[in-house]
Nanobody
Framework: VQLQASGGGLVQPGGSLRLSCEASISIFSINFMGWYRQAPGKQRELVAVMTNDASTNYADFVKGRFTISRDRAENTVYLQMNTLKPEDTAVYYC?????????WGKGTLVTVSS
């Protein structure tokens, strides 16, 4: 499984970005897809994931600000990030679990700064 993430960039505090993660296989067959992030000097942490049956799980620090969604026809999962804060600055990684194995995309950098 290959994952292609995109959409990172520089945004001011309070702004929005949308990340995309396209899978090389049909997401119908993927157990879950989602996003983790890693800030400098910190461990990688869960941001949001969506299971095959569309259940979602969000980290407390993004609830109400970030929304995960998917387009099955495009084999793509999205992360809409609103009301961004400087502490959201991190490299965001797409993850997919397929046949009991985790696959990671290359990270996309999100920088929130004025």
């Amino acid at each position: 499984v290959q994952l292609q993430a995109s959409g990172g960039g520089l945004v001011q505090p309070g702004g929005s970005l949308r990340l995309s993660c396209e899978a090389s296989i049909s997401i119908f067959s993927i157990n879950f897809m989602g996003w983790y992030r890693q800030a400098p000097g910190k461990q990688r942490e869960l941001v949001a994931v969506m299971t095959n049956d569309a259940s979602t799980n969000y980290a407390d620090f993004v609830k109400g600000r970030f929304t995960i969604s998917r387009d099955r026809a495009e084999n793509t999962v999205y992360l809409q990030m609103n009301t961004l804060k400087p502490e959201d600055t991190a490299v965001y990684y797409c993850i997919a679990r397929y046949r009991a194995r985790d696959y990671w995309g290359k990270g996309t950098l999100v920088t929130v700064s004025s």
